[in-house]
């Protein structure tokens, strides 16, 4: 009896231990491999394998979009502007080689290579008023009768700006800024035939100076605050501008008079929210949107859709564009997947989408209608 107990009292003492050796040595080996060594930034992996394509940034095509490649590299030193947030993509009005990255808190960026190389904008005395590198920078503007005068709008030190440099970006003044703090200009336009200079800003305003920013007059303040304008580059008399909310209005002579063209492509259920604006070479405007795509022939008066391939759990539509010399190609991004159009929409392919998880801006090349950029973001 006690050779029977203790023959059990060993087996039992075996299971508990071998149990044990489970719980304590071999899952914590499996689930548990300790913290890894920290990276560090700029050193490839050890492996000797080439490191990970960006998963955000500005890339660049020059096939029309079968294959991408980065196009963010820092001229002069190692790095990339691949963190940056960047809001727009804005190319220079005379040089079709010459392209801005506008920032989210990185300031202003240019490259005059396609975007194989990238330079900031910064002004030695943004201490003493000027453009700082840090600024959030949201629209550039471009006399193109003479290309060393610029207007950049940006968001620094808590107001709106705008800035005004006469040559060449290598120095800035400003020469306006937002009555309040906390609201912001957020678009600029250079009207090269009245050489006024026009603004909008987070408080409703629309403003136009005359003589480079030294002095400005109210055209109308509206009730909701202003993100974007859009003219025509057919008629420049023909504008028009976005609220957060989603309205647009219109003016057919510089400001004289305004209407409120919602009411127009209002019926497309979610055409209000999630909006991404442009306008071709021919005046033709676009919206992307919650709804999908949606454009109008006639300033605004009639909206249709064109018959875009974009199922509905890939909406909205973030990014639209068209070529400047031929519109009928156009470019539509939903989610990370890229579309195109050869036949002015009738017809849609789809392309090999740059790394991200979401296409935020494309641009295409003014004169090489086989380059594209595209703005991808990985949130």
């Known amino acids: 009896m006690n050779t029977m107990n203790n023959r059990t009292t060993v087996i039992v003492f075996l299971a508990i231990f071998a149990v044990g050796i489970v719980l304590f040595v ?205 003219v025509s580059p057919r008629n420049e008399a023909v504008r028009f501008l976005v609220t957060p909310e989603g309205r647009v209005f219109r003016t057919e002579d510089r400001g004289a008079s305004w209407v409120d063209i919602t009411p127009n492509f209002r019926q497309f259920s979610g055409a209000t929210a999630q909006q991404a604006w442009f306008i071709d070479s021919d005046g033709n405007l676009y919206l992307g949107s919650a709804y999908g795509l949606l454009r109008s022939r006639d300033h605004g008066d009639t909206f249709t859709a064109p018959p875009l391939i974009v199922p509905p759990e890939s909406l909205p539509v973030r990014a639209v564009a068209a070529h400047p010399a031929e519109p009928f190609r156009v470019a539509a991004a939903a989610a990370n997947q890229l579309y195109r159009s050869d036949d002015d929409g009738l017809s849609w392919s789809i392309l090999i989408s740059p790394p991200g998880s979401s296409i935020t801006d494309l641009l295409f090349h003014p004169t090489d209608r086989s380059v594209i950029f595209a703005i991808t973001t990985s949130r």
């Open 26 to 230: 071999v899952l914590p080996f499996i689930f548990f491999r300790g913290p890894s060594e920290p990276e560090e930034p700029g050193v490839p992996p050890p492996s000797g394998e080439p490191a990970d394509v960006p998963t955000q940034g500005v890339f660049r095509s020059d096939n029309g979009g079968r294959t991408w490649d980065p196009a963010d590299a820092i001229e002069g030193r190692i790095g990339s502007i691949a963190g940056f947030r960047i809001r727009r993509l804005i190319p220079h009005p005379t040089d079709p080689d010459t392209l801005f990255a506008a920032t989210e808190s990185n300031g202003l960026w240019e490259s005059r290579s396609r975007g194989a190389l990238w330079a900031q904008i910064a002004d030695d005395e943004s201490m003493d008023g000027g453009l700082a590198p840090m600024a959030d920078v949201l629209s550039v503007a471009i006399n193109p009768d003479d290309p060393r005068e610029w207007y950049v709008a940006a968001y620094q030190d808590r107001r709106g700006r705008l800035f005004r440099s006469l040559d060449d970006g290598n120095s800035f003044t400003e020469v306006y800024r937002t009555p309040s703090e906390r609201f912001g200009v957020f678009d600029a336009y250079y009207d090269s035939d009245t050489r006024a200079v026009w603004i909008i800003t987070g408080q409703g305003g629309l403003l136009e100076s005359r003589d480079r920013g030294e002095t400005w007059r109210v055209v109308r303040w509206f009730a909701d605050g202003l993100i974007r304008m859009l």
